[in-house]
């Protein structure tokens, strides 16, 4: 009997029972489907934040790209050429096309009167279809607009004071296809010490502004046809040199001097004179010099009838005048406001050439000309206060002209003052708003609705 007993007592801790256990599988299912719900949203979320994050990569890699060219550079590369350098080969790869989007171009700037099948220049579009980033697929909705800061209305998203650079910008310049050449500043004193000694002027402090001492400078940049060379992808490009010389004529007492820095007055063996700036094939000059204020004519010659200028083949001439140091604000300004130069362009049309320079436009201080009472004659364009009109002279093989060249400001922007307009220019200018849309794949085919944008991306672009 106690046996039995025993048995029983054994049996009831054998396990659960049947309510017991249903009751335990209600409670573990209270506890698990919400983690379960949680895991599921949390894997979710984690699917689109990676999309995200993978389009929000792909956005910058496109500004990145697109800040390393130049708009003329970005129109080819979206317009059909095999070799699409912007991105990396991998986001471009099997199915992606690219093009530019002239449609959307012309809803914002209108058809080009002279080609209904193009859009006048002004934001520019671009469309990649299919870019691939990892495992993610999109399509990118690409904008590229100046047009704010040629018309003067850029808001204050940026400083409108970047597109009147006082020097020119190096950085866009390629060391390898351009040419440049820098003076030194200490030439204008070198040559004022060797005319004193020559002229035997009386005195230890002889300035330009010797009583009786006058000097005319020239600079003269001689280009030449250097032939072509072909690079490597087989395309042939036009070659060309330059030498530059520099020649201070003075005069006192009756007695003259010119002077001919060292390394300008050699002739070589092939009859060129002047210092060699060496063989290039870009279509960009580079000239920086510091002005002579006290000189009686300051002349910057820019000779190419022997460089084969064509309108296809133009040649961009970058003037830029440099600050001296030496001088304060008050005395800079005086010299500047003062400050005549002639720049003679021979070539045999003028618009086998363009120029960019900062001639016209005050080296002092925002700050100082401010302090003096000085008021932008533009408010839409604070930069406007620096400008000087009617003191720098262009002329064409020798004549003066009238507002009838391509004259620009070192970033870009037309300079009406000296040169003609340009209301349908092409958009080439110094600084871009750039937009990099991206989208989930099809989008490009249903006009980019807003609902299927992954992320935004803007920026800035120089040159």
Known sequence: MKQKEKVQQLNKNAGFSLLELLIAVTILAIITIPMLHMFVTSARINGKSRITLRATVLAQDIVEGLKAYHIDEIQDQFNGVEDFEMLDTSVIAGDCTYKEDVDREKIENGEDP??????????????????????????????????????????????????????????????????????????????????????????????????????????????????????????????????????YEFSYGGETYTYIPDGMAGVDDAGNTGLPCGNFTGRNFYFFYFPLYDAATDKLVFDGTAAGWTKDNLMNLYIAKQTDTTLTDMNLNKAETSYKPVVNILATSSETFRIFTNLGVNLVNETFLTGLGVTPSDPKKPESVKKLKNLAIFQHNGAVTNRTLDIYDLSGIRDTNYGKNGTDDAVTEFIYDIVVEVYEQGAADTGFPADMRKVTFDGTKNH
Do not use: W
């Not at 579009?125 to 909705?141: P, W």
């Not at 006058?214 to 940049?221: A, H, K, P, S």
């Open 114 to 247: 002279t080609d209904p099948s193009k859009a006048k220049p002004g934001k520019y579009y671009f469309v990649l279809k299919n870019a691939k980033l990892e495992n993610s697929r999109f399509d990118v909705l690409i904008s590229v607009d100046a047009t704010g800061y040629v018309e003067g209305t850029t808001p204050t998203k940026h400083n409108s004071f970047l597109n009147t650079s006082d020097v020119a910008k190096v950085a866009s310049m390629n060391k390898s296809t351009d040419a440049s050449y820098e003076q030194s500043a200490l030439m204008n004193e070198a040559a004022l010490s060797k005319a004193q000694l020559e002229l035997k002027i009386p005195g230890d402090n002889v300035t330009y502004k010797t009583v009786g001492l006058t000097c005319e400078r020239t600079f003269t940049v001689t280009f030449k046809d250097a032939g072509t060379e072909t690079d490597k992808e087989g395309i042939t490009k036009q070659k060309t040199e330059a030498f530059v010389t520099c020649k």
